[in-house]
């Protein structure tokens, strides 16, 4: 499976100690399980579980045996097997939700902490359940928003989670082709991740994230990542933003005890900014390129 555009979503832990649960949870039986309802069959062409938060170290050394919710044309191991042309059909079509899980068993236990889902006919909100060879399974992570390709991460009290948050559009969906979250002399944050959240939308074949959306309400729409955390952690003091389809007020948010606040605001924001905190529209300066030279 090729790394693409990071999947877009948001989330919620199973319960409030589950973001820290995550971190030590270990069991041999794991799978994945379709919460939404589909309106066809459900179709996976690969699905990888893994132990690290950006899905970089795979899962598959001792791996014992598949597990499904019963197969329509193509049985579960061709969702394990690499190619992604190859898919897993689900049994059930329209299935209802919880109905339809895929997954894989270890030999011995093991601990993810995140998914590489590539989806043909997709479901939108995923569970990732954890359980043993007796049929017991418990939702460790529920996510929503999930799109056709991507990695869905299992938060974990080692990160922080940071979001830019549309304060609202008339008549347009909201577009980000790129943000970076830095520091307070605007750098690159030191251990910035690729994995993104992101409220429902889609990523076109040029990496640029566009809300489902249209006419937006505020805080509707949102991209964020996870930052790694250290003890002296300033947090984020910086917004770089690229944004085709212009929302001109953004808010920063960050995820703390089960909801999001927001840290700061900016309002006259342009398609191609850089955003302080504690800066007024006044105290921003930007070059922007008038006329281009061959």
Not at 16 to 24: D, E, I, K, L, N
Not at 152 to 177: D, K
Not at 192 to 212: I, M, P, R, Y
Request: with cysteine; proline share 3%.
């Amino acid at each position: 499976l090729h790394d693409g555009p990071v999947m877009r979503l948001s989330w919620r832990s199973a319960s409030t100690s589950a973001a820290v649960a995550a971190a030590v949870q270990e069991a041999t039986h794991w799978r994945i399980q379709c919460e939404a309802g589909t309106d066809s069959r459900w179709t996976v062409a690969e699905l990888q579980f893994c132990s690290d938060a950006f899905c970089t170290e795979l899962l598959n050394g001792d791996l014992v045996s598949y597990m499904d919710s019963g197969w329509y044309s193509s049985e579960p191991s061709k969702a394990f097997d690499g190619d992604t042309i190859s898919v897993w059909d689900s049994r059930c079509e329209a299935c209802s939700p919880g109905i339809a899980f895929l997954g894989v068993a270890f030999l011995e236990q093991r601990s993810v902490g995140s998914i590489r889902l590539l989806q043909q006919s997709p479901c939108t909100a995923i569970s990732l359940q954890w359980g043993s060879s007796s049929g017991s399974f418990q939702t460790l992570q529920f996510w929503e928003g999930v799109t056709k390709s991507g990695v869905l991460t299992v938060p974990s009290e080692e990160h922080s989670l940071w979001r830019l948050s549309c304060g609202g559009i008339v008549g347009q969906a909201w577009s980000v082709r790129a943000f970076t979250f830095g520091n307070e002399r605007c750098d690159r944050h030191q251990e910035l991740k690729g994995v993104s959240v992101a409220s429902a939308g889609s990523v076109s074949s040029e990496g640029v994230w566009t809300s489902s959306c249209r006419g937006c309400q505020p805080s509707e729409a949102y991209v964020g990542t996870w930052i790694d955390l250290h003890p002296d952690d300033p947090g984020v003091k910086c917004v770089v933003v690229d944004q085709p389809l212009l929302c001109d007020t953004l808010s920063l948010q960050r995820h703390s005890l089960s909801q999001w606040s927001v840290v700061y605001s900016w309002s006259a924001v342009g398609s191609s900014d850089i955003l302080l905190l504690g800066a007024s529209p006044v105290d921003r300066w930007r070059l922007q390129c008038r006329q281009f030279y061959a």
